[in-house]
Each structure stands twice: as structure tokens, then as C-alpha cells.
């Protein structure tokens, strides 16, 4: 290596007298100038090899350069990049979005399955929250939340809340007596507010028997009746023509499940279930008298009392649970048997 260094320095002479001097003064210069090995080059070296390499001839690189061409004009594309990097005197940037409009925009996506991230950025721009679409896209995709609308439409929960408000059920309850004998009951249920129906006890249900229970539903229902829009139904033979005839004179369409698929009707089974073993299930049911008042008074205590899953454990005819708290130790707590005891309420004494 030492003697590389007078003819690395004869070439610097011949390429220009200013760079002999300034080889000649600076301390690279004087000491080896090619790295150990397994050793690579310390970033001073390549700044003053890129630095020469702009002033000497190409022709005599292989003379005043211990290193081969490729990689010393690696060495100068960086040396240029870093002259106009000016990413160290830029600001801090955009700041960040804020938590709350990225819960805010992850709630509206999760409420609104059909909106897309434009459709959600301008219900933010209407709140106040001037943002870039840009900005929703990325917020959603992060969240594993498709940005653009969910063309597959609702889920079965969606669709069946979104259309509890017009929904009326209807399904028959057998009960057999001690006799025994087998009786029918017509069961009818508000899905919005899950508000059970008896409509009529009988031994030999009929068609124009159900027709007569269909039609003392609607006068019982009244103005309720106006939000309903569809009946959903099973395919039993005594759901005749008339008794469709019913609902459709209230603008209400009949939905008939499909053979032998009783979830389609979940709910209702469902009520019928809990009549089963909260009360049926406990009772000899003498006749149809006595059915029809076993009937009645646990559908009067499913309305006015029993809390409801649904509802936020909220019975059928109450809207708001009591707001002011009470001490268990300074009220007394009533209970009030229902069906001889089968059943209990209970209520603080006033």
C-alpha cells in the first residue's frame, strides 16, 4: 500500500495542481487507504473519494483510486441523495388523528354496514370533523373493517331487529288435560315488543274457528296494528284463505316458513317453550276453562312483570326501569303468588 501512494499522488498531481495540494494536506493522505480486511469503509473515506471523484478525470480513477469504479459511484449517488435530503428540516409533520374520531369512525362503520369510507367522511365533515377520505380508508383497514360497503347485505340479526317493528307471529299450543284430552291454543307475538298473544282455546280447531280468533286479534289490537307488515306463519291447514284474507284487509303480508324448519318462527316457539316450563309443565289443566285461565293470567304476568332478554330486561308494557335507587333494608319486599305459587312477583311495599 505504501507503494501505491506516490503514484496515487503523481496522478492527483497530473489531474490538477489544487488536488495534489489538498491530497498532499489531508490526513487521508497519510495513512493506508485501503480498509483491513473485513473491515469496510468509514463514511470520512468515501466523502473524500466521492469528493475527488467529481474533479479527477474518469480515465484516472484506476490510478488515484484504490477502489474499483461501481463502488465509488455508489459512493457519490449517496454523497447527492444525502445533499438534498431535507427530511431532518421538515416539521414534525401532520399530527396524528385523534383517538376519539377513530372510535367515532369505527362505530359509525359498525351502525351503518352499507356505508363506504367516503359515505362515513362526510357524516364526519357534517359533526365538525373535517377529514381526508384517505384517512377513513386507513383507519378501517386497520380495524380489518372492509372500507367499501358490504354488498351481502345484513346479517339475520340485523334484518330480523330492523323489521321486528312490523312483525306478528302466530303458532298453535297443544295441552293435554288430565282427562286426557288434547287442546289447541292460538298463540300470536309481537316481535318489537315481544308481547304474547292468546287468542282462543278449543278442542277442535277449525278454519273458520281461526279465522274468528284472526279477527278478534285485530279489534283487540286497534291502533296497533297499523305499524304491522308482515305475519309469519306455518303451513298448517287451518290457516285458510280467509284467515289470510284478515291481515291482508290491514295491509299486512302473510310469510309462510318452510316445511319442517320451526327456527324460522324462533321467537314464538320460543314463548311457547317458556309457557311450557314456567307454567304448563307444573298444572293439571282440568279443561278448557281452566286452560284458558292459566292462559290468560301468565300472559298478563309475561306483559306487566317478566323481564325480558330483549328488552333490557324490561316486560312488554313497561318502558323505563325505576330510576330511584332503594335500600333492601328500609323497604319491605312483597311477594305476589301467581297460579297458586307456580309463579312469583315480587314489589317493594309503598
Request: proline share 8%.
Amino acid at each position: 500500500m505504501r507503494n501505491e501512494r506516490p503514484e496515487a499522488r503523481r496522478g492527483i498531481r497530473s489531474a490538477s495542481p489544487d488536488l495534489a495540494v489538498a491530497s498532499i494536506r489531508h490526513p487521508l493522505t497519510r495513512r493506508p487507504l485501503r480498509p483491513a480486511p473485513g473491515r469496510r469503509c468509514r463514511s470520512p473515506y468515501r466523502l473524500w473519494f466521492a469528493s475527488l471523484s467529481s474533479l479527477i478525470p474518469r480515465r484516472r480513477w484506476a490510478k488515484v483510486f484504490p477502489i474499483t469504479p461501481s463502488t465509488l459511484l455508489a459512493w457519490h449517488r449517496k454523497l447527492v441523495a444525502r445533499r438534498w435530503d431535507y427530511s431532518r428540516r421538515r416539521g414534525p409533520g401532520r399530527p396524528p388523528t385523534q383517538a376519539a374520531i377513530k372510535k367515532l369512525v369505527l362505530r359509525l362503520a359498525h351502525e351503518n354496514s352499507r356505508w363506504g369510507h367516503r359515505r362515513i367522511q362526510g357524516e364526519l365533515a357534517r359533526l365538525g370533523h373535517p377529514i381526508a377520505a384517505s384517512t377513513v380508508w386507513q383507519i378501517l383497514h386497520t380495524a380489518g373493517i372492509d372500507p367499501a360497503p358490504r354488498h351481502t347485505g345484513p346479517t339475520w340479526r340485523e334484518f330480523l331487529t330492523a323489521q321486528a317493528t312490523g312483525l306478528i307471529a302466530c303458532d298453535f299450543l297443544h295441552i293435554d288435560t288430565v282427562s286426557p284430552q288434547r287442546l289447541y291454543a292460538l298463540v300470536f307475538l309481537e316481535h318489537r315488543a315481544r308481547r304474547p298473544h292468546i287468542a282462543g282455546v278449543t278442542a277442535h280447531p277449525t278454519g273458520p274457528w281461526t279465522v274468528q280468533q284472526a279477527r278478534n286479534l285485530a279489534v283487540e289490537l286497534g291502533v296497533r296494528v297499523d305499524p304491522l307488515r308482515f305475519l309469519l306463519r306455518d303451513r298448517d291447514t287451518k290457516y285458510t284463505e280467509p284467515f289470510d284474507a284478515v291481515f291482508a284487509a290491514d295491509d299486512i303480508q302473510v310469510v309462510r316458513t318452510a316445511p319442517r324448519a320451526p327456527r324460522m318462527n324462533a321467537h314464538c316457539e320460543r314463548v311457547i317453550g317458556t309457557l311450557r316450563r314456567e307454567a304448563l309443565d307444573h298444572l293439571l289443566i282440568w279443561n278448557e276453562t281452566h286452560a284458558r285461565q292459566v292462559l290468560d293470567t301468565y300472559a298478563q304476568h309475561d306483559n306487566g312483570h317478566r323481564p325480558h332478554q330483549a328488552r333490557g330486561q324490561l316486560p312488554p308494557l313497561l318502558q323505563e326501569h325505576q330510576t330511584s335507587m332503594v335500600a333492601p333494608s328500609t323497604h319491605r319486599v312483597l311477594r305476589t303468588r301467581i297460579l297458586s305459587g307456580v309463579i312469583n312477583e315480587y314489589r317493594y311495599a309503598a
